[in-house]
């Protein structure tokens, strides 16, 4: 189905963070592979895609699964405070405007024709990089990593937010990059248009490659 009608028939858009609205999954990326690589794990793309919409802990922990590492708690509390620090030295780089192609143009639209507009991450730097590139006003809410219990796929970040801007889930549309929050975006009965340029994600109900694709359509 066509990203643009699921949009215009909904009350409220929810937008994953990471790898949609700014490019700072390949920042994540980065900094997980420089902490496999002290214990000598070769992480590449292939396990870094599980990882996507998944939060620090879980990501970490399951880094150092697939290392066949076993470490007490308060190390790994050191590896996820030494990796975030790395991710952040690479967010401190970005600037106002430093958003994914098309983001701007569809929040604008957004605003224009009235839709709740909702933040919904795993993320607990997700009000640094909105404020950070200027977008943070756009938001009606905003459901972060510092928010919820529940990593995705569980749905728990997205019925948060619909709670928070009051629409029903069923007319909530999500924006997502990872599988796990298009696991999560079904869990709480919501259609979810998927930002997927390798076309690697499965049970969308609409792709595009990135949200510059949306607003082109005359559907
Ligand atoms: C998600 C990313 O948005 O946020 C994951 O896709 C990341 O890769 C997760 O692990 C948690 O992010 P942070 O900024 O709290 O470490
Ligand atoms: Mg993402």
Redesign the pocket.
């Known amino acids: 189905m066509d990203a643009k009608k699921i949009i215009d028939e909904a009350t409220a858009v929810i937008f994953?963070?990471?790898?949609v609205l700014v490019d700072t999954?390949v920042f994540?990326y980065q900094a997980w592979k420089r902490l496999a690589h002290q214990f000598d794990f070769d992480f590449t793309e292939v396990e870094n895609e599980q990882?996507?919409?998944?939060?620090?802990t879980d990501?970490l922990n399951l880094i150092l699964k697939w290392a066949n590492k076993d470490i007490p708690a308060q190390e790994k509390e050191q590896l996820a405070s030494s990796?975030?620090t790395w991710?952040l030295e690479l967010v401190e780089e970005m600037k106002e405007g430093d958003v994914l192609p098309g983001t701007i143009e569809l929040l604008n639209y957004l605003k224009e024709t009235g839709k709740k507009i909702a933040l919904g991450?795993?993320?607990?730097?997700?009000v640094r990089i909105l404020e950070k590139t200027g977008i943070r006003d756009y938001f009606d809410a905003i459901v972060d990593?510092n928010a919820v219990s529940r990593s995705k796929p569980d749905p728990e970040v997205f019925l948060k937010a619909a709670a928070f801007v009051g629409v029903e889930p069923v007319a909530c549309v999500v924006l997502e990059d990872?599988q796990a929050g298009i696991e999560a975006a079904k869990a709480a009965n919501m259609r979810v248009v998927a930002v997927d340029k390798s076309r690697t994600l499965t049970d969308y109900d609409s792709r595009v490659e990135d949200l510059g694709e949306i607003l082109i359509s005359e559907y």
């Open positions: 994953d963070l990471d790898g999954a994540h990882l996507k919409g998944v939060s620090r990501s990796k975030n991710y991450s795993a993320s607990k730097n997700a990593g990872a």
